[in-house]
């Protein structure tokens, strides 16, 4: 019984992940653009880091299901307790993230990840005070690994704006009921995770 809960919890990830993907690609770009070598400085220097969390679920049409389809995701991500561990960003306190993606989708992956998002980056927490600037994003049209089509967005470069040419990867995991996915298919779903842009 419990194996059979991980089987149905990981393609609402693997979704989420195509999704996450699909934003981060938006706020960074292709993350496929990255030296071989470059993960592990990337991480030691990362220029931003914040907890993510859908402001409303992100929704997909048509549904996500088993099978293969072609879909459009939408959301909008906030972005809070950013952090600058290099220094470089200590005016950036919050942000938030809107998303536009399509891609080809299952429960449990995602491929020829398009779309663009944007973010804007605010100087107090939980976007208050000025805005410090606004960041345009691209997907990683391969996708990466993860729990569903938002991750695909949680993995790409920045092409404009603050920390231009930049790449941003994230995690995010769902915050809502995704064990329909397989059956009468997902329409929507809430995340919360992390983004580092390094």
Same mark, same amino acid.
């Not at 393609?11 to 993960?39: I, K, N």
């Not at 569903?148 to 040419?165: K, V």
């Not at 995010?172 to 580092?196: D, E, Q």
């Given at each position: ?96 993230? =809107?998303?536009?993606? *399509? ?5 449990? $992956?995602?491929? %020829?990840? !398009? &779309?663009?998002? #944007? +973010? ?55 915050? =809502?009921?995704?064990? *329909? ?5 997902? $329409?929507?779903? %809430?995340? !919360? &995770?992390?983004? #580092? +842009?390094?």
């Amino acid at each position: 019984m419990h194996r059979g809960t991980r089987t149905e919890y990981r393609p609402a990830r693997v979704l989420l992940a195509a999704v996450v993907t699909l934003l981060a690609t938006v706020v960074t770009g292709p993350a496929a653009t990255a030296a071989p070598d470059a993960a592990p400085s990337a991480r030691a220097a990362a220029t931003l880091r914040c907890s993510l969390r859908t402001a409303s679920p992100v929704t997909f049409s048509p549904a996500v299901s088993g099978t293969p389809r072609n879909v459009t995701a939408r959301g909008t991500v906030n972005l809070n307790g950013c952090t600058s561990p290099d220094g470089r960003r200590k005016s950036i306190r919050s942000g938030r993230l =809107t998303v536009r993606g *399509s891609g080809r989708a299952t429960c449990s $992956r995602v491929s %020829g990840v !398009r &779309g663009s998002a #944007t +973010v804007t980056w605010y100087s107090g927490a939980g976007r208050t005070g000025r805005v410090v600037g606004r960041s345009a994003v691209t997907p990683a049209a391969a996708g990466v690994s993860g729990y569903t089509p938002l991750d695909s967005f949680l993995s790409g470069r920045i092409t404009s704006g603050p920390m231009a040419g930049r790449h941003i990867t994230g995690r995010a995991a769902p915050t =809502t009921n995704v064990s *329909s996915c397989y059956g009468r298919g997902l $329409r929507s779903v %809430g995340l !919360r &995770g992390t983004v #580092t +842009v390094s």
